[in-house]
């Protein structure tokens, strides 16, 4: 895929929604970060119903370090892997009050020193919540980045470092919530929704007609 074609794929996504945002709710750093720890093979209206009910009680590292694992169960229950989700975020909160001052860090190397806290996850965090130029790359990301041709690679770091260095820097800022928004709800894994696509004509999905 050529330059101009990936300029005109994001102009089209950023046309179509100027502003994208995650679609976990969070209100600080801290709870960005519980969120999307929660979020790890999990929708994220999932999450939002276990936070919904959880960040009004406790929103801090000294208030959910409070609760306990038992405590934490009882709000997360409902999400999958919730056990061992329970403990990385106790052991998180600890670490943020004991050597972060209880402010999350605005860095990768302290970030993914914290329990439950990968690339994928850290990455969501520097962008979302610092305005950090990264790519968090999911598995929608994963799929519209190697589907379309916008940036194809055989695991997700070789596609992280494509899109960063392939993506327009004009773009660089929204494009991880333009790509999920994509592949969550028009590019779908089974079935993509081609004849409803907004860059159709510029994908390069060899299949793609088999889908209008």
Known sequence: MNKAKRIEIFSRFREANP???TELNYSSPFELLVAV?????????????ATDKLFPAANTPEAILAL???GLKDYIKTIGLFNSKAENVIKTCRILIEK???IVPDNREDLEALPGVGRKTANVVLNTAFGQLVMAVD???FRVSNRTGI???KNVVEVENRLMRLVPKEFLQDAHHWLILHGRYTCVARKPR???CII?????????????
């Not at 720890?37 to 939002?48: E, F, K, P, R, W």
């Not at 159709?200 to 209008?212: A, I, M, P, S």
């Open 100 to 102: 972060h001052n209880s």
């Open 151 to 153: 940036a194809p690679g």
């Open 194 to 196: 081609c004849g409803a």
């Open 200 to 212: 159709e004509d510029l994908c390069e999905f060899k299949q793609k007609n088999d889908y209008l």
């Open 139 to 141: 598995t929608h990301i």
């Open 68 to 70: 306990g694992v038992e």
């Open 19 to 21: 502003h994208p945002q």
């Open 37 to 49: 720890i929660l979020s790890a093979q999990a929708t994220d209206v999932g999450v939002n119903k």
